[in-house]
């Protein structure tokens, strides 16, 4: 049996266990790039002054003459690309700006249907989603008005 002339206290840590630094180097930079990677998923509340307020101008316009589908068109256009991107605050911002006396029920449901799979993004969309709701009653008939208000507010 070999004795270590040394007392625990005082024997060199083993090497494997030792940081050394460039592994702690490694690890912040591997850590920095990862944030760098995940910093673009995050966007800060845009307020609606930085969102152009004739953006859904065009759908009102197309609204106004009877083009419906152009209309839905524009909606999802304006909204679509900024969920994708997770520039929740501009689709906020769009809903806190939009005219909903301007559009028909169908042009409003699909400005709910729209929004829906980010609900919990946008601050904004709870109210403007019972004023839609309101004003879909309004225009369309009861029953029609409940099945297409049916799992998107």
Known sequence: MIVDSQ???LRPFPTARVPTVARVTAGVS??????????????PHVPAATVRPDLLAPAYAAVEAGAIDDAIDVIIDAIDDRLRAGRWGEVDAILAAANL????????????????????????????AGAIATRVR??????????ALEGVL
């Open 7 to 9: 007392p625990p206290s």
């Open 30 to 43: 591997q850590e920095g790039r990862m944030l760098k990677r995940l910093a673009h998923h995050v966007q």
């Open 101 to 128: 006396e301007k559009l028909d029920g169908d042009t409003l449901v699909a400005l709910l249907i729209a929004t829906v799979r980010a609900k919990e993004h946008l601050p904004t969309r709870a109210t403007v």
């Open 138 to 147: 309004k225009l369309l008939p009861k029953e029609e008005a409940e099945a």
